[in-house]
């Protein structure tokens, strides 16, 4: 076996020096993913500088196994999306070719400017057409632009109005939308080729396109070899852009997206406006990747940390003062201000309640989903929730209401795997307040979970912390952001070398992803089922 | 030429005097008075879509009478104006045979594919909006036009299969600039001549498609659907391309209102209120201006998260929590909520409805269905899930009838849907929903 991978690796290597090892490489499709707005927008900017403007729709994504980077291994582009696609990459290749920008970003001059000129459109379409690509464009391809551009230079008379046509296909091919990840036989699976690869490690790592260093280290071959992939690993953990990375994995992973149809019952909490939800989110994505990578923190803490930052959003609802200048502060709750960790944040706390109620059983489905892995399966079809409503008989805090309800059997095996961990934060309302009573009881904020029983948001902060399930989670979580799989469905295995890493480390997340990253799973998948064999009736095997 | 009639709409936009002519001139009739465009060739029978989540309430909005002339029930009250122009089905089943009944989906994705879901949030085959389209949408604009009045864009129940769902218009700005920003050409202009640019983006177009042939190659199957979807709407885009290199078909007098501008689109009740009506407007006259023959209006997602204002709960929470009213023997707050989902279908007719054309409004050239993912919402039931029928689809369907399934699959509604459109079915639908009866007593 292992003969037969230094073989396939012989084989990608040899063909490098002659013929991209792309188009060499004749792989197997083992992944199949569309790229996100933010992947896409990173991409522009990497590629032709911030100042390119991309406006538009972009297609909505779905969560799967807990995150939305699952479902774009799923989804396609629809009729709207692509209308919409069509037009961003038009605005786009006119902002490339316009007089501002053609200096710049066209390296040629033609001969006239009013004349088709190939040797400068092909210089112009293989520089980004690899950058747009992943990979380098095929003579095919290439010539498919230039002819292109050629056609629509004599059609208007300008030699940049065909680049402008030539580079608006380029943006709306499939091959830019799409990471076509393709596969060559290592002994009994399926590895990555050298293109494919620096894909995943960019997006992993950065949240972007691959930048020509790396894709210099997929076209020589490097990347094939353990101590090539090392070098480029570590190159791009050192750079300040894993903070984009990780924001986009957390974002993810912490299901902020969540906020982008929360709303809150202005009536109730008139504090709740426009400007809550972003900046929770933010509160959330800088207190944990501050922890990550900034601290180099135990990733456990968390669950624990008194540690924050707010803007004067997030101090009317914390009741803190904001006496600062800039924007946000760094800040640390006091010992009995009752926060602890992430989960005791606005974010967490806000986006799992109704519009005008905190929900235990909303936010237990959630944290257990989020940070341990267990997802809650939905209630039967038929049940009667009334008696967790009426707050007019003797039941009067939520928590009564809910332990009533939670003792019909059917409904007990799930509430008592969720509830506890919303009932341990009731010390919250709906939009992440601090509250002692509820319609004039005091609230019990004690709960117990798989024997444990501790009190109030900093009780399961400290549960969290200690539970090995919850690094286990992350881990998990992250190689299923990384490759696209499902996380329910990611073999633990799969993660076990980059998950021992993280642990011995001390919890550290750069362990994590370095761990992930260099782990032979990383790039290996099953072997793809032909999909000619079966008459394209079999699903690919890794989906 | 002069306009026999015309109407003028003012003020919706902002209070900007906003002015329409009529969409279309009175001096196209045929001998029976039935409303021909200018090229002599009848008006396009347009097809929609409203939903709502959550149902109704089945002792408060199910008809005693069946047929004509039926009772008029305290939650189809709403559209008591719109009686004679629609119709009523109760009691139709959707079967799931032995797939599991996915809580606020299986029921809205049976009615829209009659196909029992075998996926949450996925549908098994392309939606009925899309099959009615890929006929009768040659020549427009825009295939299908989409806005969702509570702000996300992924309240749409239109698909071409599978987990994707054509985004939505989540705010009257985004889908005003969709229909009649950048693009958009008006077609009662008289030096209307096509934009030579648009032949290019046609090369780009043509181009993109081309890659189809390498870019399959060695596709799995569900990748090869994917691909497959992605080179569907390749080729969309470039029949809308055809579709402004061409004069509209329709002859539409129109000055198109001013921007909407920003407004707060969410789930609270009195703004879904503002914008519903709203986007129907602007679907209206897409639809009269021949730019989409197709527009899929919703209201919020299945098990809708509206909220009244006040109620911590919302819609979808009373729904399982609220307990049923001993004397009432319903659950009070859920049936009011029931209403304002009704109140918000008539308001989007009446937007329809209040759009002159030939020989009467643009709801007589259409057909809309309205439906839902429950029936009763408390217990996840899809047994008798309200759906709606409205508009006269220029003459093809007859109207004012309540017909009682008794128990007939879900599907019967979609099939008798596509006949009335023209569609050349014979059946449709998957297993215990696989029917041939369309209800004929509804085909003119």
């Not at chain 1, 968390?302 to 009741?319: C, E, P, Q, V």
């Not at chain 1, 509830?419 to 341990?424: A, C, E, Q, R």
């Not at chain 2, 006040?310 to 859920?334: C, F, K, N, S």
């Not at chain 2, 057909?367 to 093809?396: C, E, F, T, W």
């Amino acid at each position: 076996m292992r003969k037969k991978v230094i073989l396939a690796v012989a084989a990608l290597l040899a063909a490098s020096t002659a013929i991209p090892a792309w188009a060499a490489a004749s792989g197997q499709v083992v992944g199949l993913r569309r790229l996100s707005e933010q992947e896409y927008r990173n991409s522009i900017a990497d590629i032709f500088g911030k100042d390119i403007t991309v406006q538009g729709m972009f297609e909505p994504q779905v969560r799967m196994g807990g995150l939305v980077a699952t479902s774009t291994a799923v989804l396609s582009v629809t009729p709207t999306g692509f209308e919409s696609f069509s037009k961003m990459a038009d605005a786009i290749a006119i902002q490339v070719t316009d007089q501002k920008h053609r200096a710049k970003l066209v390296s040629c001059t033609p001969k006239s400017p009013k004349e088709p000129d190939d040797a400068c459109a092909s210089e112009f379409f293989s520089r980004y057409g690899l950058l747009l690509f992943r990979r380098p464009l095929t003579d095919t391809e290439l010539k498919a632009r230039v002819t292109l551009a050629r056609t629509m230079t004599k059609a208007s008379g300008d030699f940049y109005t065909g680049l402008r046509y030539g580079l608006a296909e380029l943006v709306q091919s499939p091959n830019f939308l799409f990471r076509k990840e393709l596969g060559v036989p290592a002994g009994k699976v399926f590895t990555l080729e050298p293109y494919s690869r620096a894909s995943r490690l960019s997006f992993l790592m950065w949240d972007t396109t691959p930048d020509k260093e790396l894709l210099d280290a997929a076209q020589t071959g490097e990347l094939n070899s353990a101590a090539g992939l090392e070098k480029q690993i570590s190159r791009l953990i050192a750079s300040p852009r894993l903070d984009s990375g990780m924001r986009a994995f957390f974002s993810d992973m912490l299901e902020l997206d969540t906020f982008d149809n929360v709303s809150k019952d202005a009536l109730i909490y008139p504090k709740w406006g426009g400007a809550m939800a972003p900046s929770a989110r933010e509160e959330t994505l800088r207190t944990t990747v501050n922890l990550a990578l900034h601290d180099n923190g135990d990733m456990r803490d968390l669950m624990t940390t008194r540690k924050t930052f707010i803007n004067r959003s997030m101090a009317a609802i914390y009741d803190v003062d904001f006496t600062f200048d800039s924007e946000w502060m760094p800040y640390e709750f006091p010992k009995d201000s009752g926060r602890s960790g992430v989960v005791t944040q606005v974010s967490m706390l806000s986006m799992f309640s109704h519009p005008g109620q905190s929900s235990p059983t909303k936010r237990g489905v959630a944290l257990m989903d989020i940070f341990l892995c267990e997802p809650t399966p939905t209630p039967p079809a038929n049940v009667d929730f009334s008696a967790i409503n009426d707050t007019s008989g003797p039941l009067k805090t939520v928590r009564q209401r809910l332990l009533a309800h939670a003792t019909t059997p059917t409904c007990a095996s799930c509430h008592t795997h969720s509830d506890p961990i919303g009932l341990s934060l009731e010390g919250f309302d709906t939009i992440g307040q601090r509250r002692l009573t509820e319609n004039g009881q005091p609230i019990d904020l004690t709960a117990t979970i798989k024997g444990k029983t501790f009190k109030d948001g900093a009780g399961l902060g400290q549960f969290l912390h200690d539970d090995p399930k919850y690094p286990a989670c992350m881990a998990r979580k992250l190689y299923a952001y990384g490759t696209g799989l499902n996380s329910e469905d990611v073999e633990t295995s799969s993660f076990k070398t980059a998950y021992k890493t993280f642990v011995d480390s001390g919890y550290r997340m750069r362990a994590l992803i370095k761990g992930l990253a260099e782990s032979p799973e990383f790039f290996n998948t099953p072997a793809p089922v032909s999909a000619d064999a079966s008459n394209g009736q079999t699903k690919l095997a890794l989906h | 030429m002069t306009l026999h009639r015309r109407t003028l709409l003012r003020g919706l936009f902002q209070g900007s005097a906003a002015v329409m002519g009529v969409p279309f001139l009175d001096c196209f009739l045929d001998s029976k008075g039935q409303a021909l465009a200018a090229t002599g060739q009848r008006l396009p029978t347009r097809f929609s879509t409203f939903f709502y989540g959550l149902g109704l309430t089945t002792q408060l909005w199910v008809p005693k009478k069946t047929g004509l002339d039926y009772d008029t029930t305290s939650q189809l009250q709403p559209l008591e104006p719109f009686k004679k122009k629609m119709n009523v089905f109760s009691g139709m089943r959707v079967m799931v045979d032995d797939n599991p009944n996915f809580q606020h989906w299986s029921g809205n994705a049976a009615i829209v594919t009659g196909i029992a879901p075998t996926k949450a949030s996925q549908f098994d085959s392309k939606t009925i909006d899309q099959t009615i389209a890929d006929v009768i949408s040659r020549g427009s604009r825009f295939k299908t036009v989409a806005a969702a009045a509570s702000g996300d864009p992924k309240h749409c129940y239109s698909s071409l299969g599978g987990a994707n769902t054509l985004p939505a218009e989540p705010t009257p700005l985004a889908l005003y600039t969709r229909l009649f920003g950048p693009g958009f050409q008006d077609p009662s202009k008289a030096d209307w001549k096509p934009d030579p640019q648009v032949m290019l983006q046609q090369s780009v177009l043509s181009a993109v498609a081309d890659e189809r042939k390498d870019f399959m190659k060695n596709l799995g199957g569900t990748d090869k659907d994917r691909m497959d979807q992605y080179f569907t709407s390749v080729r969309e885009a470039e029949v809308q391309i055809a579709a402004e290199l061409q004069r509209p078909e329709v002859v539409a007098k129109v000055a198109i209102p001013a921007s909407p501008g920003d407004m707060v689109v969410n789930y609270a009740l009195p703004n879904v209120r503002q914008v519903t009506p709203l986007m129907a407007k602007l679907g209206a006259l897409a639809m009269a201006t021949d730019q989409t023959r197709v527009f899929n209006l919703a209201i919020s997602e299945p098990g809708s998260n509206i909220y009244v204002p006040g109620d911590p709960l919302g819609y979808h929470i009373t729904t399982h929590m609220e307990a049923i009213d001993q004397t009432l023997g319903y659950q009070p707050r859920v049936a009011k909520y029931n209403v304002y989902s009704m109140e918000l279908l008539a308001a989007t007719l009446k937007e329809l409805d209040s759009i002159p054309e030939g020989d009467g409004t643009l709801l007589d050239h259409s057909l809309v269905m309205a439906y839902s993912d429950q029936s009763y919402a408390k217990i996840h039931a899809v047994d008798g899930i309200p759906i709606m029928l409205a508009g006269n689809a220029n003459g093809r369907m007859k109207t004012g009838y309540h017909i009682a399934g008794g128990g007939a699959p879900v599907s019967r509604v979609g099939l008798t849907v596509q006949k009335i459109m023209g569609l050349g079915v014979d059946g449709w639908g998957k297993g215990s929903m696989e029917t041939k009866s369309a209800y004929p007593e509804l085909l003119a």
